[in-house]
């Protein structure tokens, strides 16, 4: 439907998008597939519609950030309330957006209400659940967190139009929650356009103290990476000798501390890179022997992503979101428990480190995968289902 003037939807529609993370520095997480999807639905919008962003209270400073991200706004809204402050309105039914039209919110921090769309069509309300991790691994967030989550799931189940959700396996994981029925829409994402190898890669490389052969972890550590496991598998007799690198953010220190807890000596075995920007990460993963996606999270697949576009042979578990993102195009561990978890992949790690044959043919099948997930495919099917309502 982009670019086409006869589109009934293509009638000075504004389409309001929730800006949230997007000024993070770096951006990552939800904040990231915001900001990305957010410059899609810009690039993608069809003739007569345009994106407004809507943001929770921030410093000056980090509204000038969101206008230089994000150059093609129409307008951006500014909240009175902080996120905090929203989340809290938001999750009572209180508090809603400026204009009217389509509302497209990339998480679940949204205004829903009751609306008709039978009198006014364009009233629409889309939100995004990106996993079930309130449900299946509550252990991960905060009890607030998980409270949060669960009280804008129903939310969302009694007044959102549509729901997006990144992949199939997540769909068939909600629907087993809350039922959606034909609401739900299998929209992914894709690897940041910030994520690429530098020029000066090298310097950058020697900046981080780089080990010359390593393995990295995707994503940014937290409670579902299952860093125990991780580093527990490379302490086994069969495991690479080979140092462990892995990612962090202000909010990692909890599962870092966890995962070394019961073992100092486990500390040793890992290279803990703290904020790094996207082109930073790209270099990590870019010159790391093997990638490693998080045990525990489904949520991750994008990190999965980013090693794979890197043409970096992934290793990965039987999680459904990355058995069905990364497809054929990585090394399964499949196991019954933590401890089979370890003993499989350290074998598979190992049996990927001596074989450079192997190595070159999955870090290619990896990359030709990831080349499928674009985030301006992402932002047409976005307009398109709103389209469609």
Not at 60 to 73: N, V
Not at 100 to 118: E, I, K, N, Q, T
Not at 148 to 156: N, S
């Amino acid at each position: 439907m982009t670019g086409d003037p006869e589109h009934p939807y293509c009638r000075m529609i504004a389409l309001r998008v929730v800006l949230d993370g997007v000024s993070a520095e770096p951006a990552t997480g939800v904040g990231l597939h915001a900001l990305e999807l957010t410059r899609g639905l810009i690039e993608t919008a069809p003739r007569g519609c345009e994106v407004r962003g809507f943001t929770p209270s921030l410093p000056d400073s980090e509204y000038d950030i969101i206008a230089e991200r994000l150059p093609g706004l129409s307008t951006l809204d500014k909240s009175a309330l902080d996120r905090r402050q929203l989340a809290a309105a938001w999750q009572h039914g209180f508090s809603r957006l400026p204009g009217s039209g389509p509302m497209h919110a990339p998480s679940l921090l949204a205004p829903l209400y009751r609306h008709d769309r039978v009198d006014d069509p364009n009233e629409q309300i889309i939100v995004t659940i990106h996993d079930t991790a309130a449900w299946s691994h509550p252990e991960v967030l905060t009890s607030r967190g998980v409270a949060w989550h669960r009280a804008m799931a129903r939310r969302a189940h009694k007044y959102a139009d549509a729901v997006v959700v990144p992949s199939h396996s997540v769909a068939d994981e909600l629907a087993d929650i809350l039922s959606f029925g034909d609401r739900i829409r299998v929209i992914p994402g894709a690897v940041g356009r910030a994520f690429r190898v530098p020029d000066d890669a090298d310097a950058v490389a020697r900046r981080l103290s780089l080990p010359s052969t390593f393995i990295a972890l995707t994503g940014t550590v937290d409670r579902r990476s299952g860093l125990s496991s991780i580093i527990d598998a490379l302490s086994l007799p069969d495991a690479p000798d080979l140092p462990l690198v892995v990612f962090t953010d202000s909010g990692s220190g909890s599962a870092l501390d966890a995962a070394i807890a019961d073992s100092p000596a486990r500390r040793n075995r890992l290279l803990v890179l703290d904020g790094l920007e996207a082109h930073e990460r790209a270099v990590v993963l870019d010159r790391a022997l093997l990638a490693i996606a998080p045990l525990l999270a489904d949520s991750f697949v994008i990190a999965a992503l980013e090693a794979m576009t890197l043409a970096t042979p992934l290793v990965h578990t039987d999680q459904p979101a990355l058995r069905e993102t990364v497809g054929d195009a990585g090394l399964l561990v499949e196991s019954d428990s933590v401890a089979d978890l370890a003993e499989g992949l350290a074998a598979r790690l190992s049996e990927l480190a001596s074989d450079t044959e192997a190595r070159t043919v999955l870090g290619l099948a990896g990359q030709d995968r990831a080349r499928a997930f674009t985030w301006r495919d992402a932002a047409e099917k976005t307009w398109q289902l709103h389209a469609d309502l």
